[in-house]
């Protein structure tokens, strides 16, 4: 650590958030600064002009929804590094710091024979983001290729490191959404990548493109066409704006399971390993007939119902009231509670 590590970054007043959240909603922030050395969450923190107001701790902003300006400050984490820290005869272990682009980062550990995360190729944000919500996508998730991490805990400004069993994560949820939320910032991930690499290939979309290609299922061929079939369903937020899936898929018994099958014979649906049904929000949503219903600016994407954009012009509180239509009618038509997956502010 170099002696000016620890030196306070600029704070620049009344900040448009426009380019940092994917929708591209316009909301300030009373505060703004970019944390560039994992001591300078503390050091903004002690500052006079920002003690006591709320702090909102930002990635890429691809999982947010603004719907109002934020009176407090904005801290984007722009900590940067990538590398493989050590390896053993199984495993190896990879770090990234919590600024890193995801996606690049996929890309840089297959650059670098380090196959294992290609699945999750082209998911938005950056590597701190993805153990809050524990990402996920195409046959795996994040929490499988899970090491440790390092935070800081905004209160007391203390390093903290946290094993996979800590970070308890569940189906886009770990303890930074529940106990830990708004308590700590990740600093960086640990990844470990098994050298016994065997293919996750299952996920329909992913098999057919893969069989059309007639190519053996390598980790580049899955990266490849993980990221062929995202782009075929899913809107590039620099062109459409959006936070991925609006929605979680909601899990259901195995008695409700049964009921709605039988209304619905069709209904896109995965067996959980405790018996209980995982079904796809995005049939569900689709069913009602909403794939390209608008609120204003604000629509559910024609080619993935579980996606709502910003056609243009929208604001967050147009995209939560058709969230909020959305919920009511599949609650009416099916009894499913549909839970928002991006954070509210
Ligand atoms: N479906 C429809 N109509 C739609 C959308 C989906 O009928 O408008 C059907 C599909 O045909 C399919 C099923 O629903 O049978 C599931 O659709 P899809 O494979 O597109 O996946 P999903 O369950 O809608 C989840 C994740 C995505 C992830 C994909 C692939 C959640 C909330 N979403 O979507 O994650 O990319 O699986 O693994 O779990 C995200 O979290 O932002 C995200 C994009």
Redesign the pocket.
Known sequence: MSASDSHAPVLVPDYSLRAHNTFGFEARSRWFCRIETADQFAAVLRDPRVAGLPHLVLGGGSNIVLTHDFDGVVMLVALAGKRLVREDDQTWYVEAAAGENWHAFVAWTLENGLPGLENLALIPGTVGAAPIQNI???GLEMAERFHSLQAIELATGARVELDAGQCRFGY?DSFFKQEGRERFAITSVTFRLPKAWTPRAD?A?VARVLEASGTDASPRAIFDAVVAV?RA??PDPAMLGNA??F???PVVDETTYEALRAHEPQI?SYRQADGRVKL????L??RCGW?GRAVGGAAVHDR???VLVNRGGATGAQVLELARAIQADVLARFGVRLEA?PVVI
């Open positions: 996920g996508a195409y886009r996920y979309d995202r369903k899913l991925g899936s929605f979680k898929n896109a796809a929000a995005g049939w949503i689709d794939k993935q119902a579980l997956e």
